[in-house]
């Protein structure tokens, strides 16, 4: 239920275009200022992570908007993970997206025409997300970024409120779908504690409205409350939902808020430990998916990170995983490349040739083989399917990558009826 137009440009040229000196890099959960700004960009720069935060002061951002998209370098996109992964869905030609975010005309000029938004969706004003790149390499005043990554921030209070959940829960009788996707929970960090509370509520009460024959699918994105995503892991959304997709950041997030295996892991160094990885992934499906005994429809979990995916899935609820995973993967390659195909000049491979599965229990050692790049094990009734990614040397667009690497996942998914 996010939705938005993407503002895509150079970091460095939309600071530089706001006359902002390089400075040293300071983390910030809410943004206030272009002091902030530029602040928090330089710390996740020189540590080349990707990041989300929301610009508190509705004027000054209105102001860093108007620059960013009137900048000669900036591009226009549909943006919002919701938007992304309907737009990706869509390039097939058999499916019909039902798209429920707050559409302005710029978006709704942008949308694919199978892309159906209902007329309650539209609104007069886009909500606009500013996203900034940079580049492995690059520099700023002393800030150096190890990898290619994004910076994004925005002041969104429509997708914030998820003013169209009802909206879109009330479209679902007419529609008819064969599968949900819901994301834009994230979004919500920034309104108060209690108005937040009340709308995950609201939220649980509209998704629990959803017939359960549909599978529903949850993407997750950056976020700061460690509270409110215990609260989603916990007592609330997650139950609900069949499958979720998420990066390494929010596996971390995720696992340090809930209190999960290598919490006290403060960040990744490098690429993500697979064996690390595949405990939390494991974690999760154990303690919060589908047992005989808990009444959670949590049963598939697609993780990616640059260098490798896993999917892990709960036994007897999914089929065609080997797909699901590769195409994935495939997903990933091709649209950083901006390439029909697998352009193999122009990709690289990141991804550990040989791990461990675990670090908490006897683990075993896989070793890749190129003609067989899915791998697979399994674990108490559960089966993990790992894949390495051919990595974009030069990425042309990263934006939207995790959105269009879930979207290809699940369209290869079978989901079981249960």
């Known amino acids: 239920v996010n939705a938005c137009v993407d503002v895509v440009l150079s970091g460095v040229k939309l600071l530089e275009a706001l006359g902002l000196e390089p400075s040293d890099g300071k983390n910030h959960a809410v943004l206030s200022s272009g002091q902030d700004l530029k602040e928090a960009f ?13 610009f508190s002061d509705a004027e000054a951002f ?7 998209s009137e900048h000669p370098a900036a591009q226009l996109y549909v943006g919002g993970n919701a938007a992304l992964i309907g737009q990706k869905l869509a390039t097939n030609p058999d499916l019909k997206i039902l798209l429920c975010g707050p559409v302005g005309p710029k978006l709704h000029e942008l949308l ?15 909500e606009f997300h500013l ?3 940079y580049q492995a390499g690059e520099q700023w005043g002393r800030v150096r970024a190890p990898t290619a990554n994004r910076f994004i921030f925005s002041h969104d209070l ?11 829960v009330s479209s679902l009788d007419e529609f008819q779908p064969d599968l949900v996707v819901l994301s834009g929970l994230h979004m919500m960090e920034g309104q108060s504690k209690e108005m937040r509370q009340r709308r995950l509520m609201e939220a649980v009460a ?14 997750l994105a950056s976020m700061t409350d460690q509270d409110f995503m215990s609260n989603i892991v916990h007592q609330q959304v997650f139950p609900l939902v069949n499958s979720i997709g998420l990066n390494e950041q929010e596996l971390l997030f995720l696992t340090q808020s809930a209190s999960g295996p290598h919490a006290s892991l403060a960040s990744w160094s490098g690429i993500p430990d697979v064996g690390v990885v595949s405990d939390i992934l494991f974690w999760i499906l154990k303690e919060h998916g589908k047992t005989a005994e808990r009444a959670s429809d949590l049963t598939r979990i697609h993780f990616h990170t640059l260098a490798y995916h896993i999917l892990v899935t709960v036994d007897g609820h999914w089929g065609n995983q080997a797909a699901a995973v590769a195409a994935g993967a495939r997903a990933a390659g091709t649209q950083a490349c901006a390439t029909d195909t697998i352009d ?18 006897a683990p075993s050692k896989i070793s890749l083989n190129p003609d067989e790049p899915v791998v697979q094990w399994h674990r ?27 979207a290809e996942g699940l369209l290869y998914s079978e989901a079981y009826p249960q």
């Open 158 to 168: 429509s997708n914030g409120a998820l003013n169209m959940l009802e909206v879109f």
């Open 112 to 126: 694919d025409d199978n892309v159906v938004v209902p007329p309650e969706s539209m609104q007069e004003r886009d």
């Open 344 to 361: 193999t000049s122009k990709v690289f491979l990141k991804a550990p040739l040989e791990f461990v599965t675990s670090h908490t229990e």
């Open 206 to 219: 509209s998704i629990s409205d959803i017939p359960t024959d549909i599978p529903i699918h949850l993407e």
């Open 62 to 68: 209105q102001d860093i908007a108007r620059t960013a």
């Open 380 to 406: 108490e009734g559960i089966s993990f399917h790992f894949t390495p990614v051919l990595v974009c040397k030069d990425p042309v667009r990263t934006v939207g990558l995790g959105d269009a690497i879930s």
């Open 131 to 133: 996203i900034l790149e």
């Open 42 to 54: 330089a710390h996740f720069m020189e540590r080349g992570a990707a990041a989300e935060r929301f």
